[in-house]
């Protein structure tokens, strides 16, 4: 593991799955609320969120909570 913190590698993410897991693991957002909040389908949210929970565990190990 490198010496990053996890907001370096947060920081370090694609925009938009920045954003998604900042309001999903910060403002503690389900993934219908996050939907609503940005106009778009919950689905392109659970994908936005599982390809950045994806990048995020190939730098640190670490069990992520599923999806609300």
Not at 4 to 12: D, G, P, R, S
Not at 15 to 37: G, P, W
Request: without cysteine; charged residues 20%; hydrophobic residues 45%.
């Amino acid at each position: 593991m490198s010496s990053q913190t996890l907001a370096e590698l947060i920081a370090n993410l694609p925009e938009e799955e920045r954003i998604v897991l900042s309001l999903h693991y910060v403002k503690s957002m389900t993934t219908d609320q996050i939907a609503t909040t940005l106009h778009v389908p919950e689905r392109a949210i659970i994908t936005v969120l599982a390809a950045g929970k994806a990048r995020l565990q190939q730098s640190i190990p670490f069990d992520f909570p599923q999806p609300r």
